[in-house]
């Protein structure tokens, strides 16, 4: 099943790239998309979980907000930029998660990275390192905002 | 119509520059490795978006914006990923982030623990 | 207004490549390095529109691939040719 929605996926990417579609062009397509199934197939026995961010609209919501959160923090960085005494004080932290699954860990510590001015440095267990160019970025994300987005989208 | 596109398209290009030369500032002004990251990733997160959305505000509708788009995502997905493992390649290196006050080294490796 | 944005995106390659020449350490110039990238990447796609080139925009997807990997090869190996007194620092075990 699995199969057969990736085989579609990468089938409708290589459409989207070629626009060429003549029968020798499309063969060639075709067999391009078979040997990447078989690569799946065969990095299956490395790992099973394949992490899948499902399409729900809480999901798009998600990253639009995110979107936002990053036009906002960059708008805060640009005016540290172009500050002539550059008023940074990087802090690098320990901030403690709520999210367990490794699917929710991987979208906010890239979340977190995203963002200027925050930067993941290392995901443990229960904690990830942050490194902030002031210590309000990490104060912001102690108070959790983006967390609670995350846990909210039940992934 | 045109006009309003047109316009749309030359603010996107103008914002995406001017972010794009603040990156470029960042970067030489930045006094060590961990801060140099946040200000590349000014030209990566929002200066990229920008430039690219104008260009295809400026484009007809074809295969050719699709591909912008794809462009757009693979340079959004891809920015923390790389952004990681340069950090932690960093720390494996033994480099510690510094402690800075506006811009003086104050000592101190800035790994304060709360 | 192309002309503006693709002017910028080159003096924004200047400036990397000035602190890709500076350094001071080899993470500094490969950040540089990622940066100047991106903006090729940037600046293919931006100036094949100015020049109304063919299939410009296959190159600037293949560029954004290739930097990637790129990136992430080199910093693998900057990663795992640290000596060993270095590595055992506390903390940055994964």
Redesign the interface.
Known sequence: MRYIRSSLIVAAVWLLLSGHYTALILSFGAVSSLIVIWFMWRMDRVDEQLGVLPMRPRVLYYLLWLMWQVVLSNIDLVRRIWDPTLPIRPTWQRLDIKVTSSLAKTLYANSITLTPGTLTTDVREDHFMVHSLSPDGIEDLRKGGMEEQIQRLGI | MTVILEWL??LC??L???????????????P?????????????????PM??S??LL??ELS??S???I??LI???A??????????????????????????KNIGG?????? | MLDAAIVAILVTMFLVLIRTFLGPTEYDRMLAANSFGTKTVLLIALGGHALSWNSFLDVALLYALVNFVGTIAVMRFFEYSNTSEERDDPGTEA
């Open positions: 398209s030359g290009l103008l995406g520059g001017v972010l794009c030369i603040t990156g470029g500032v960042g970067m030489l002004r930045m060590d490795f961990f801060s140099r990251v946040h200000a590349s990733g000014v030209t990566e997160t929002l200066a990229a430039l690219l104008g260009l400026q484009m295969l050719d699709v591909k912008v794809m462009i693979l340079v959004l891809t920015n923390p990923t790389a952004t990681h493992s340069m950090a932690k390649a960093t720390l494996h290196g033994g480099q510690r982030p510094q402690e800075f006050a506006n811009g490796d800035g790994s304060s623990k709360p």
